[in-house]
């Protein structure tokens, strides 16, 4: 459905960008060619990119070891190593590499790309990946109160004291000094102020409705509503613009046999829960189609039903 939707809007003369946050990636074999974690062109208008969140984290993580040891004792390296070792090995810390770099490629929609598509995880790894915005900006609004609250106590001892007062050589982040330009401290400030506006401007942006959009795939059995159901409540929670709806996989009008006539009464009793479960989000429904999905004639028929408007001549499997 990404990739559909991605082909569609290339298809109107822009410049689109892909992207999967899935470890499981399905592009490369979708569009029959290496697609790795830089902008690799597609198609026409089309460039994609796959997102490794194992190998995001060990750059993240090699990355902060390099700033923390910029701004540490050499004695304090072995420590630094072992710790951001261990906090690899943390919940959340795979996400927050992969939030981070989702909110860099963000960046470049409207700069470099007209339109960039994400074609996310399975929807637990959603919400969370949609959530650490929040988390994380509180997370280094918390740090960077500490770290005035210390300025603040460094300059009345230094002034009691009639000096600079210094930590030991081992812990100069815990200095108690102000932080005067270009100092180890201050380039700490600079750089947790930076993530914190990263990760605000990507949550500004997924909370712009004239920006941003999610769209929900849901297949017509039970367990696919209920879990589509729960995530949009989360998603309302966070207040996360959701502006349409695939119903994917729908058994066409003309399928024959009492196996399949079986299958379409119950599918109906779970249409009409979508309808009304979902009601006021717009909807595309998407027939269960006789062959798998691996051309791109097929895959601009689909992006045409699903965004709507071209009304072009469409293969058959989707007449």
């Known amino acids: 459905m990404a990739a559909a939707l991605g082909l569609a809007a290339a298809g109107r003369g822009g410049r689109c960008l892909l992207v999967s946050t899935d470890p499981a990636h399905s592009l490369a074999d979708l569009f029959g060619r290496p697609v790795g974690d830089r902008e690799t062109a597609i198609a026409d208008g089309l460039w994609a990119i796959e997102i490794d969140p194992d190998r995001q984290a060990d750059t993240h993580v090699r990355s902060v070891k390099a700033r923390m040891k910029r701004l540490v004792h050499p004695r304090q390296f072995d420590e630094i190593d072992r710790q951001l070792d261990l906090a690899r090995l943390a919940p959340g810390t795979m996400e927050a590499a992969l939030l981070e770099r989702v909110a860099e490629i963000m960046t470049l929609a409207g700069r470099d790309y007209d339109r960039v598509v994400f074609d996310t995880a399975p929807t637990g790894h959603t919400v969370r990946l949609l959530s650490l915005p929040d988390i994380m ?106 502006s349409g709806l695939v119903v994917n996989r729908v058994l066409p009008d003309d399928a024959e046999g009492a196996f399949l006539a079986a299958r379409r009464r119950q599918e109906a009793r779970y249409l009409e829960e979508i309808d009304r479960t979902f009601a006021g989000i717009p909807q595309a429904r998407i027939p269960l189609l006789p062959d798998d999905v691996h051309d791109l004639d097929t895959l601009r028929a689909l992006g045409r039903r699903i965004a709507g408007g071209d009304s072009g001549p469409e293969p058959s499997t989707l007449r």
């Open 137 to 242: 900006a509180a997370w280094t609004d918390g740090l960077l109160g500490h770290r005035e609250r210390s300025a603040r106590l460094g300059e009345a001892l230094r002034h009691l004291g009639g000096g600079r007062v210094r930590g030991d050589e081992l812990s100069r982040l815990e200095t108690a000094a102000d932080h005067e330009p270009g100092s180890r401290d201050a380039q700490l400030d600079d750089l947790l102020q930076a993530r914190r506006r990263k990760f605000i401007g990507a949550r500004e942006q997924l909370l712009d409705r004239s920006r941003s959009a999610f769209v929900s795939v849901v297949n017509p059995d039970r367990l696919s509503v209920l879990e589509t159901a729960r995530a949009h409540e989360v998603l309302r929670r966070f207040s996360i613009p959701v």
